[in-house]
């Protein structure tokens, strides 16, 4: 029974819940992205700051959603505000150049040493739209290499084979069969399939996350990339790393850079823009330059066209432009890492001592929660432990009989994850994971209670 955390959940969340029903009758479902799916309701946001943010009902909550991943900084970053609040004194939308989207170009390419050219789009999904579409221009071949569960936006080109997100697997609804038939879904460390699909010659574009589906949930071994570099090349493939959650988490680089493993073409958003809208695909300069208009060449012929209202915003460069600024030196991905590290293992422990099935693993400042399920043990409490064995094609995921009851039991706790993971900024403090590891095993005490682990 779960009455006692349900009863909590309402009594703590009247507000939420008022919102939520007048949410319905404008909303398919009362929410606005996939992602904010919450049974009965979740909670509504009224600000935040930092580490935390406080809901319609006043509830301060820790936060490890960070905008979907994009607050590498944290809310409301003071070099953030001041930089938007500058900017939206000057103007929010010019519809023309300006100097804030060269600036924030040479940022990129100074973290991003295989971004030869830039071209910023309005969210990841537009960019991996458009990634995938120069490289089919580039190559004269409709075929598009997917691993399974990988992650690339809502857009049409990627969205056949599926991918696991918390509210089920993406779904193929009001996609032509025609157009699935150009997608080849592979699962993620099947090498031989990998490779038989790359050498039929019918592949334009090989897409991934590097570091394995849902950012990481299903940590992927690093040998496919390099097989996957190998093999692109062999067969004049393009390979295109989706560092959309990655990019400036990863590393400050993102995966290419501390696997040293260069794309051909790399997709980013997220920690991009700071936490506003905007995205990007990098990469050589001879996929990314047939975007570029040919002067006397009317009919536009092989160009790939790309519009875009929103494309370089001055509001979202001016956003990235402080973002990378930090970035660049360092210090938030270091501190992020030894933050996430710290607070695995101490959930891991608490793991052990509740004695229920689960762990908690990770890669730089991702977390990702598995309870309910057997699961090898982290190395060091943090890092996926394989045995020395090739990982298999799909992690063990936390039962929708456990999650909600448990994300809930968190919320009443003041901690809200994304999904059963975390995603830890760099103003995550020590007393902030204190009090996340205090909420977790209340949670598992909750849950041990009610008969649900």
């Known amino acids: 029974m779960t009455s006692t955390i349900d009863d909590r959940y309402t009594a703590l969340h009247p507000r939420s819940a008022e919102l939520h029903e007048e949410a319905e009758t404008f909303f398919p479902g009362g929410v606005t992205h996939d992602v904010r799916y919450f049974p009965p309701f979740g909670p509504y946001i009224d600000r935040a700051a930092g580490a935390r943010k406080w809901d319609a009902d006043g509830n301060e909550i820790i ?153 990481g949930g299903g940590p992927l071994d690093p040998s496919v990339l390099e097989l996957m570099r190998e093999r692109t090349r062999a067969t004049g493939t393009i390979l295109i790393f989706d560092e959309v959650v990655t990019g400036f988490r990863a590393s400050s680089g993102g995966f290419q850079e501390r696997l040293g493993i260069t794309p051909d073409l790399t997709t980013l958003a997220k920690v991009l823009a700071g936490g506003l809208p905007g995205g990007a695909v990098v990469g050589r300069a001879d996929l990314i330059d047939q975007i570029a208009i040919r002067e006397g060449d009317e009919r536009n012929t092989g160009r790939v066209s790309h519009p875009g209202t929103f494309n370089a915003n001055p509001l979202s460069a001016a956003a990235g432009v402080a973002t990378l600024a930090e970035v660049a030196t360092g210090e938030p991905v ?58 298999q094609a799909t992690v063990p995921t936390t039962p929708a009989a456990v999650v909600w009851p448990f994300r809930r039991s968190l919320l009443n706790r003041g901690v809200d994850l994304i999904g059963m993971g975390a995603l830890v900024s760099c103003v995550h403090t020590d007393t902030d994971i204190d009090a996340t590891v205090d909420a977790f095993e209340g949670a598992l005490a909750d849950l041990r209670a009610a008969q649900i682990l």
């Open 63 to 215: 936060d490890y959603v960070m905008g979907h991943g994009a607050l590498l900084l944290g809310h409301a970053h003071p070099s953030l505000v001041q930089a938007v609040q500058r900017q939206v004194e000057r103007g929010t939308h010019y519809g023309a150049s300006h100097d804030l989207e060269i600036r924030w170009a040479r940022a990129v390419q100074a973290l991003f040493p295989s971004a030869e050219r830039v071209r910023f789009t309005a969210s990841g999904t537009e960019a991996t739209m458009m990634a995938v579409r120069l490289a089919r221009a580039a190559t004269g071949r409709t075929g598009l290499l997917k691993l399974r569960h990988h992650f690339h936006g809502w857009n049409d080109s990627v969205t056949a084979g599926g991918a696991r997100m918390s509210a089920g697997l993406l779904s193929t609804a009001g996609l032509p069969p025609e157009w699935q038939a150009t997608v080849t879904t592979v699962d993620q460390n099947d090498t031989d399939a990998i490779a038989a699909a790359l050498d039929t010659g019918t592949i334009a574009a090989a897409i991934c996350e590097p570091g394995g589906y849902h950012f």
């Open 334 to 391: 270091r501190i992020a890492n030894e933050r996430a590290r710290r607070l695995a293992g101490d959930l891991n422990a608490a793991i052990r001592r509740a004695e229920v099935p689960g762990a908690v693993y990770g890669d730089a400042s991702m977390l990702h929660i598995v309870l309910g399920r057997d699961v090898p043990p982290p190395i060091d409490d943090f890092t996926w432990n394989w045995d020395g064995a090739a990982p």
